[in-house]
């Protein structure tokens, strides 16, 4: 089992910075991949940005590129979103989720990742 704390989430005026950490817990030496989603009241969860531990390959959504950036702390064994340039539409609950396998689905959608973290909240004022 791998267990997932998201931190970092909180109140911003728009064209703010806010960093969002995910850190992991036990049987992380089988994850194959970070993603982090988030799910804006009444929509669905969408995919934000992920990151592959070993190639540390990186892909982000149209909507983050340029201003959301993903990365690792190894020393932490954390996730972290670096989330620039904040905009009232990024609002959302953020949550982390890993995967194990790399042929486990596709990185873009929920459906791909096996463990969740409970949510943190971004709130992005105009």
């Known amino acids: 089992q791998v267990q997932l704390v998201e931190s970092g989430g909180g109140l911003v005026q728009a064209g703010g910075s806010l960093r969002l950490s995910c850190a992991s817990s036990?049987?992380?030496?089988?994850?194959?991949?970070t993603g982090w989603f988030r799910q804006a009241s009444g929509k669905e969860r969408e995919f934000v940005a992920a990151?592959?531990?070993?190639?540390?390959?990186?892909y982000y959504a149209d909507s983050v590129k340029g201003r959301f950036t993903i990365s690792r702390d190894n020393a932490k064994n954390s996730v972290d979103l670096q989330m620039d340039s904040l905009k009232p539409e990024d609002t959302a609950v953020y949550y982390c989720a890993n995967r194990d396998s790399r042929y486990g689905g596709s990185l873009y959608h929920p459906s791909g990742y096996d463990y969740w973290g409970q949510g943190t909240q971004v709130t992005v004022s105009s």
């Open positions: 036990g049987r992380t030496f089988l994850t194959y991949a």
């Open positions: 990151l592959t531990w070993r190639e540390a390959n990186t």
